[in-house]
Structures are given as structure tokens and as C-alpha cells.
């Protein structure tokens, strides 16, 4: 089975600092996706990548910056965290275009 | 606009007894729908996913239902269990060069023993 892995399952940050939320996938997937869940918002897609060094805007990218240098992980980085950014945090990956993804446990950020 | 609305938004039943839970959208052009599990605090975790040509899919006691025509989906939970408790999201895929999902908020199940 494929594993998605996020570093961490809580996180507690001040304002204003830098973080770094990282997802590593294990089974040589290209696509990776970094979404944030809301209560009564559903998931909303922050950025995404199709290969190393790729990146794409999803629907709320603004805060946010991610990294991609090896294929197995993808970063997300809040350049500096506000309150607006607590949040559910989930990354996926995917091999092929319209197929199966697979998620990862997810990282639950609060902004203090 | 693509959408995609999921009913009830909560639901109550008794362990052992059988539910329904539904999803409509208005996403094209459509790629695939699949319903995803997510235990509280959890990731999503994939039960079920389905293509234009597919109107069933089965994944032990759960069955997936989709009408292309009229754009709805269902998910039947048979024989319920205290473990099924969770939100159940349904994500439509729209085939716009890269794949575009567009998630349900979710119908969350509680499992009443």
C-alpha cells in the first residue's frame, strides 16, 4: 500500500514565525498535493506538483510557498504564520492524472 | 460553477441498521467520483471510486451508486458498526488537463450502539 507520511500530527506556532509542514509518499508517485480542511468548507487546495521541482497554484495559495526537491517529499511553508492559518492540513499523492489518490494522516496546526 | 453537495450533513443511526448518504454535482466535464472515510483527526482514507461508465462499485459493506445522468451518487452502508462512525466526503473529478477534484463538505455518521 502506498504510505503518505506527514512529519507531524500537531503542531502549535506563534505568529509570525516561519514553518515547515513536510509529507514524504513511498511509492514513486509524481503528483503531490498539499490541502487545507476547514469545518464546513470541505478541502481547498493550496498547491500542488507534478514532478520534481514543479509546482502549481491551487485555489488558495496566498501565505503559502512549497518546495519539491527530491520526488518523494513535498513541503509546505507558511513564511509567516498568522491566526487565519489554523488549520487541518493534508498532503496526497497520486501516480496517475485522474486516479486514486492516497492521503496522508494529516498535520492539525494551531496559531497562537 | 463546480460543485458538489452532500446530504445529510450529520445522521444518527443504530449500530446494525443500513443508511444512505447522498451527493449531487455540477462538475464537467466529469472524470471520476469516489467517496472517501475520514475518522475524526485522521486523513481521508479512498472506500469507492468510479468512472462515467460505472454504476456500482461495491467495497465490502459499502456501495457506491452513481446516475451520470442526473449527476448523483450514493453511498449504502449496510449492517452499520460502531467503527463506521466518521465524515464521508464525496469528490468529484473534472478532467480540465490536470485533474481539478472538487470535495463535498462531508455527511459525518455517528453509529449509536
Known amino acids: 500500500d502506498v504510505k503518505v507520511t506527514q512529519s507531524s500530527r500537531y503542531l502549535v506556532k506563534r505568529t509570525g514565525e516561519k514553518v515547515f509542514l513536510e509529507c514524504v509518499q513511498d511509492?514513486?508517485?509524481?503528483?503531490m498535493f498539499w490541502y487545507r480542511q476547514d469545518p464546513g468548507l470541505g478541502l481547498r487546495l493550496i498547491y500542488f506538483s507534478y514532478d520534481v521541482k514543479m509546482k502549481e497554484k491551487g485555489d488558495i495559495p496566498e501565505g503559502y510557498s512549497v518546495s519539491r526537491e527530491k520526488k518523494e517529499r513535498f513541503s509546505l511553508i507558511l513564511e509567516s504564520a498568522s491566526t487565519n492559518q489554523t488549520s487541518m492540513y493534508l498532503c496526497?499523492?497520486?501516480?496517475?492524472?485522474?486516479?486514486?489518490?492516497?492521503f496522508g494522516s494529516g498535520t492539525r496546526l494551531t496559531v497562537v | 460553477k463546480n460543485q458538489v453537495e452532500q446530504s445529510p450533513q450529520s445522521l444518527i443511526i443504530l449500530e446494525g441498521k443500513n443508511c444512505t448518504l447522498q451527493?449531487?454535482?455540477?462538475?464537467?466535464?466529469?472524470?471520476?467520483l469516489r467517496w472517501y472515510k475520514q475518522d475524526t483527526g485522521r486523513g481521508p482514507v479512498s472506500l469507492t471510486i468510479m468512472t462515467f461508465s460505472e454504476n456500482t462499485k461495491s467495497n465490502g459493506r459499502y456501495t457506491a451508486t452513481l446516475d451520470a445522468d442526473t449527476k448523483q451518487s450514493s453511498l449504502h452502508i449496510t449492517a452499520s458498526q460502531l467503527s463506521d462512525s466518521a465524515s464521508y466526503i464525496c469528490?468529484?473529478?473534472?478532467?480540465?488537463?490536470?485533474?481539478?477534484?472538487?470535495f463535498g463538505t462531508g455527511t459525518r455518521l455517528l453509529v449509536s450502539p
Open positions: 469528490v468529484v473529478s473534472a478532467k480540465t488537463g490536470f485533474q481539478k477534484l472538487v
Open positions: 496526497a499523492s497520486s501516480l496517475e492524472k485522474y486516479y486514486g489518490y492516497t
Open positions: 451527493c449531487n454535482y455540477t462538475v464537467s466535464p466529469f472524470s471520476n
Open positions: 511509492m514513486d508517485h509524481e503528483n
